[in-house]
């Protein structure tokens, strides 16, 4: 149990365009996600928090009209990277909070972004 | 949030226990201190998590003395495949603000 999924697992995009990532919950429901990022060799960073029904919220140095964030069901939320550049190429992870588990959060397998 | 401090490399050998510290001294009162577990291109993996005083499961124990201010995760009998990056974490998980922020992690490599 408590498995979560993320799609795609790898994805090449060409600068200026957008992606979206997909993270979802596949066994529970999670009123809350998380997004992170992280760059070889160093740690996970947090992006955002998303809420089921609600904004996400941001923390700080991390542009929201830059990575949009929408958690439209109980088992989806999704990252989408506008005007991807090179910069933006990192290992992008999503967790998830049960529902009914508040102390615990389970981690995607990450999704790896390359931007030429 | 409390913020952690872990030893950046740790090597072993196959076989031998091994004990991972984390010093977190601003932990709050409703903090809990879990232990993630990250292998190349992969998302974290759950550990363990606790309170106060010792947690056993299947896999690790976790050591929390009475003052909380720290924490070691001990893995019995490494083998290679132990080789990770080893996270402590403190936050309220049950609360209102129940982000984890990751601290440096701890790179731990097993020699046969």
């Known amino acids: 149990g408590a498995v979560v999924s993320q799609h795609p697992s790898r994805v090449i995009c060409k600068s200026g365009t957008s992606v979206k990532i997909e993270c979802r919950s596949l066994d529970f429901q999670a009123t809350t996600m998380f997004w992170y990022r992280q760059f070889p060799k160093k740690s996970l960073m947090l992006m955002a928090t998303s809420n089921e029904g609600s904004k996400a919220t941001y923390e700080q140095g991390v542009e929201k009209d830059k990575f949009l964030i929408n958690h439209a069901s109980l088992t989806l939320s999704t990252l989408t990277v506008t005007s991807a550049h090179p910069e933006d190429s990192s290992f992008y992870i999503c967790?998830?909070?049960?529902?009914?588990?508040?102390?615990?959060?389970?981690f995607g397998p990450g999704t790896r972004l390359t931007v030429l | 949030l409390a913020k952690t401090t872990q030893p950046i490399s740790m090597d072993s050998y196959e076989g031998q226990e091994v004990n991972i510290t984390c010093s977190h001294n601003?932990?709050?009162?409703?903090?809990?201190i879990t232990w993630y577990q990250q292998f190349p291109s992969q998302g974290p993996r759950f550990i363990i998590q606790?309170?106060?005083t010792k947690v056993t499961n299947e896999v690790a124990s976790l050591f929390i003395p009475a003052d909380r201010k720290s924490s070691t995760l001990s893995l019995p009998r490494v083998s290679l495949s132990d080789t990770a990056v080893y996270y402590c974490l403190v936050g309220d998980m049950g609360g209102a603000t129940n982000k984890l922020i990751f601290g440096t992690g701890t790179l731990l490599a097993v020699q046969p």
């Open positions: 601003n932990i709050a009162t409703n903090d809990y």
């Open positions: 967790s998830a909070q049960p529902r009914d588990i508040t102390d615990t959060q389970y």
């Open positions: 606790g309170y106060k």
